[in-house]
């Protein structure tokens, strides 16, 4: 059973261009989560999503982000038009249940993606 | 809103224990969870407590007040490897897990 897959590892961006993250959560996991973390800082919640719905996006900034989990295939996380601002590991992280709900319900991480804006 | 309160650093030697706390505020309360993350990774989690009390496993032990709305976790038999960053989390069990801003522990011989 692989674990959380995410690509690409490192994705540099020019300022103006959009930028996709994927993520694979492991098998028979539902419970999507996306976290931004800056360098030397925690890893900050941005959504929630189970397949095909959002579930919570109240840490997701209101313009030029969005996710998605689609019903085949990976979740997306998309940034458009990025800005230097937004140069960041982004982690995803995959369960079978609500994380922190009970016991096994732990939460999986993937190794991020870098983003870099210049 | 929810909020997570750790030390930002902390230095210890090898070999010997070291405790991190963690206290929160949040609008609901479901169970608390330590997560390690080495320079560079993905963070994996270490330990979860729902009820108050210590969890033990191997080296690492957690505990949880919750009328406190506290915990800490316990490192003994520090390792050069144990140095990383260490966060806590609370699920509030609507949707998500919230994390702290993470404790950097530095492991000297």
């Known amino acids: 059973n692989a674990g959380v897959m995410q690509n690409p590892r490192h994705l540099v961006r020019r300022r103006g261009q959009e930028a996709r993250l994927r993520c694979s959560p492991m098998?028979?996991?539902?419970?999507v989560y996306w976290y931004r973390q800056l360098p030397e800082e925690g890893l900050k919640f941005m959504v929630y999503?189970?397949?095909?719905?959002?579930?919570?996006e109240s840490g997701m900034p209101k313009e030029r982000f969005s996710a998605e989990f689609p019903k085949e295939g990976p979740s997306i996380l998309r940034i458009q038009q990025v800005v230097r601002g937004d140069s960041a590991a982004y982690f995803c992280?995959?369960?079978?249940?609500?994380?922190?709900?009970?016991?096994?319900?732990?939460?999986?991480f993937g190794q991020g993606t870098r983003l870099t804006v210049v | 809103g929810q909020s997570l309160e750790q030390p930002s650093e902390v230095t210890a030697v090898e070999g010997a224990i070291v405790q991190i706390n963690c206290t929160y505020q949040?609008?609901?309360?479901?169970?608390l969870s330590w997560y390690q993350q080495h320079d560079g990774g993905a963070p994996t989690f270490l330990s979860y407590?729902?009820?108050?009390g210590l969890e033990e496993t191997g080296r690492f032990s957690s505990f949880l007040s919750r009328s406190d709305s506290y915990g800490y976790l316990l490192l003994q038999e520090l390792q050069m490897k144990d140095s990383a960053s260490y966060f806590c989390a609370v699920s509030t069990g609507a949707n998500n897990l919230f994390f702290g801003t993470g404790t950097r522990l530095t492991v000297i011989p």
């Open positions: 999503l189970q397949k095909e719905n959002i579930i919570d």
């Open positions: 098998k028979g996991h539902s419970h």
């Open positions: 992280a995959s369960s079978p249940l609500v994380p922190g709900t009970g016991s096994n319900t732990e939460a999986f």
């Open positions: 407590n729902a009820l108050d």
């Open positions: 949040t609008s609901g309360f479901y169970g």
